[in-house]
């Protein structure tokens, strides 16, 4: 009955290496995002999208390649990946509109070696 | 640009105790607030929406209330258990642009109760 799920859960990989992370829903919703959660715990909005286009997109590198098949997945792949990415990186999703809350998943926690 | 305090950063009480947390944030121009838990190695679990609108919202053993035009929030948790042991973090979700909106996040204050 998981919500919003994201796999894999750990992700230990070289520098300079390309990996994906999954993310999953069965509520139904139209919005999915990605977040970024750092070493100091802040957690920042890196994408945002609704009915699989891109509504958001925070400045984030064009290493990071997020893609949605459809409503229900979005996907984070990441290029040549760079120390300073390692993080928690958390897929949340809402129904669009302003007072929808948002539900998290567990997050994937990336360690680059 | 929008930034959300939160305070104190820890906070441990003995079980049984009231507690208050503390949410700032410096751009009144909100759609709402909304506060988490996080437990260790999980993701975030909503826990309470205020819309702008309203002054408060309580679930159970938690109350929280916003003064919009002061940039306040405060999550009220009454009778403290060890179960309440996380890190709260609050959010907001600024006004404008479009419906499809990004979270705000403060940095969290981490909660201990011991029994």
């Known amino acids: 009955d998981t919500a919003v799920s994201q796999t894999p859960k750990y992700l230990v990989t070289q520098m300079g290496n390309d990996k994906s992370i999954k993310c999953e829903q069965n509520?139904?919703?139209?919005?999915m995002y990605w977040y970024k959660q750092d070493s100091k715990k802040f957690l920042k909005i890196m994408f945002s999208?609704?009915?699989?286009?891109?509504?958001i997109n925070e400045t984030v590198p064009n290493r990071f390649s997020p893609k949605s098949p459809d409503k229900a997945h979005l996907n984070l792949h990441i290029n040549s990946l760079e120390l300073g990415d390692s993080a928690v990186y958390f897929c949340?999703?809402?129904?669009?509109?302003?007072?929808?809350?948002?539900?998290f998943g567990d997050g994937t926690r990336l360690s680059i070696l | 640009k929008q930034e959300v305090t939160q305070i104190p950063a820890a906070l441990s009480v003995p079980e049984g105790e009231n507690l208050v947390l503390n949410c700032s944030f410096t751009?009144?121009?909100?759609?709402?607030l909304q506060w988490f838990r996080q437990d260790p190695g999980k993701g975030l679990t909503s826990l309470l929406l205020?819309?702008?609108?309203?002054r408060e919202q309580t679930s159970g053993r938690l109350n929280a209330s916003l003064d919009k035009s002061s940039g306040r929030s405060t999550l009220y948790i009454a009778a403290s258990q060890p179960g309440d042991s996380a890190t709260y973090l609050c959010?907001?979700?600024?006004?404008?642009?479009?419906?499809?909106?990004?979270?705000?996040f403060g940095q969290g204050t981490i909660l201990t109760v011991h029994p």
């Open positions: 949340a999703s809402s129904q669009a509109g302003q007072n929808q809350p948002q539900h």
């Open positions: 509520l139904g919703h139209d919005t």
């Open positions: 999208y609704n009915n699989k286009e891109l509504i």
């Open positions: 751009d009144s121009a909100i759609y709402n």
């Open positions: 205020i819309q702008s609108s309203q």
């Open positions: 959010a907001v979700r600024p006004a404008g642009g479009t419906s499809y909106g990004k979270l705000t």
